[in-house]
């Protein structure tokens, strides 16, 4: 594939992962307490060998995306960011023992359910952490936070798995 489609491919998976979240996922709430950040599939489904300051600029990008669209003053795009930032030190300690292939994406057929779930649920993690502490602004309601994390992943993840399964080609997996 050229640059230019590689490039125009990205662009879209930016419009459809900002305007889905925007228009549809950001209004569910579950039970209240969590929330659905389906654009973390747009940092966390990049190529693998995507360049890390590429990846931080497009991480800003999308989380620059969503404070612009639900006012968030910098909530989203610094947690994007340090998602983004931590995608390569959890992509290195989880590389299978012979390597990752050129042709190698972030796809739960071809990677397998157990990596690809250990990826997602550090990732989500480490992510909703760092986004809902700094939501809350201190550390007073702990328990608030954390209610909020556990639900939150819980959402997440079981959404990303959902585009996986359903958006991402059925390969053979590794040997």
Known sequence: MSMLGVVLRQLLRFGLYAGVQVLIIGQL??????????????????????????????????GLTMDISYDTGGLHAAAAVLLAYLRPWVLRLLTPRDGYDAQDTVNVHQMGWQWFMVYLLLLVSMHHVVYFFLELGSFRHPLLALGRVGVSILFTSVALLIVQLLFFPVRRGRS
């Open 29 to 62: 709430s579950l039970f209240g307490l969590g929330w659905c950040f389906l654009y973390l599939g747009y940092i966390l489904f990049l190529p693998l060998r995507t360049p890390i300051a590429l990846q931080l600029l497009l991480g800003f990008a999308i």
